[in-house]
């Protein structure tokens, strides 16, 4: 059974800055891709960065040049998020698939004030 646990959410003020970890535990062969997604109240889940095995990178637009997606090892990713603005307010989930499993975090919370 793979779990992912994130960690690093918390509150701060536009323009502030957030680190977001995920560790993945338990039997894990390989994962294609790790992601991070957001969900805002009354807004549906978005894949707000996603990074392959490959290498491959793409973010959604609206965090573009403020967020970063990294990977240090096959169970472990990342997002550093910069220049925070209100609109980032969500709960973020961490978020691993292999060819026939999908896992997810129990998410953690951005809070951004103006």
């Known amino acids: 059974q793979v779990q992912l646990m994130e960690s690093g959410g918390g509150s701060v003020q536009a323009g502030g800055s957030l680190r977001l970890s995920c560790a993945a535990s338990?039997?894990?062969?390989?994962?294609?891709?790790m992601a991070w997604y957001r969900q805002a109240p009354g807004k549906q889940r978005e894949l707000v960065a996603i990074k392959s095995n490959g290498g491959n990178i793409n973010y959604v637009e609206s965090v573009k040049g403020r967020f970063t997606i990294s990977r240090d090892n096959a169970t472990k990713v990342y997002l550093q998020m910069n220049n925070l603005k209100p609109e980032d307010t969500a709960v973020y989930y961490c978020?691993?698939?292999?060819?026939?499993?999908?896992?997810w975090g129990q998410g953690t919370q951005v809070t951004v004030s103006s």
């Open positions: 338990g039997i894990i062969f390989s994962f294609n891709t």
């Open positions: 978020n691993a698939k292999t060819v026939t499993n999908n896992y």
